[in-house]
């Protein structure tokens, strides 16, 4: 089945440490996106791509950062995490942008940050 | 400023109807999604309107009144299952998905 795959599922790492999240798609989508959800607030766009451009929220910190080496993978680097940072990372992607194209999400990356 | 409003948490009971109520202001619209996300997941699409009117999905129905800035979801014959949060999502004139914080819905036998 074609899907969206993000390695780990859980992911505990200490103050300050750097970790990488990763996405894989096999849906061959030209768009992926990284998203941050905390508990009951709405998923928080931190970037996306649209094939190997790149577009950074205004108020996306500096200690986030992403990488999409080809169309199917894409990183979400977290420089120096904080507390404020564990939440779940959703990754998405779309066959496009623009009216109609759904997003299909991967099962997310927890992250705890100790 | 962009915004989405939906209630925070609803509770029905199985084998009942509950509609979930979304209004937005969005700059432009292209687009009104419906997710449901179940605790500790990924959301997974429901369904899409771009016209005004009711689009009936099985026991899922969304209707949209851009005019009134409005959209509801329509969920029938509850099933316990169906206890998740419900999101609601508007693409924006840059096509944009901006995102409201969902509805909690919890089943009750």
């Known amino acids: 089945d074609a899907m969206v795959i993000q390695n780990p599922r859980y992911q505990v790492t200490q103050f300050g440490k750097p970790v990488t999240l990763s996405c894989s798609q096999t849906?061959?989508?030209?768009?992926m996106y990284w998203y941050q959800q905390k508990s009951s607030q709405a998923p928080k766009l931190l970037f996306h791509?649209?094939?190997?451009?790149?577009?950074n929220e205004a108020d996306t910190p500096d200690n986030f950062q992403s990488r999409r080496p080809n169309t199917s993978f894409c990183f979400l680097d977290i420089r120096s995490p904080g507390l404020g940072d564990a939440a779940m990372y959703l990754c998405a992607t779309s066959r496009a942008r623009g009216e109609g194209n759904e997003q299909f999400f991967g099962p997310g990356t927890r992250l705890t940050v100790l | 400023g962009q915004n989405i409003d939906q209630p925070t948490e609803m509770t029905a009971t199985e084998g009942a109807i509950v509609q979930i109520n979304c209004t937005y202001q969005?700059?432009?619209?292209?687009?009104l999604f419906w997710y449901q996300q179940h605790a500790g997941e990924a959301p997974t699409f429901l369904s899409y309107?771009?016209l005004d009117g009711l689009e009936e999905k099985g026991r899922f129905s969304s209707f949209l009144s851009r005019s009134k800035g409005y959209s509801y979801l329509l969920l029938k014959e509850l099933q316990m299952k169906d206890s998740a949060s419900y999101l609601c999502a508007v693409t924006d004139s840059n096509y944009q998905l901006i995102w409201g914080a969902g509805t909690k819905l919890i089943i009750k036998p």
């Open positions: 849906l061959n989508h030209n768009v």
């Open positions: 791509y649209y094939d190997k451009d790149f577009n």
């Open positions: 969005t700059s432009g619209f292209n687009g």
């Open positions: 309107n771009v």
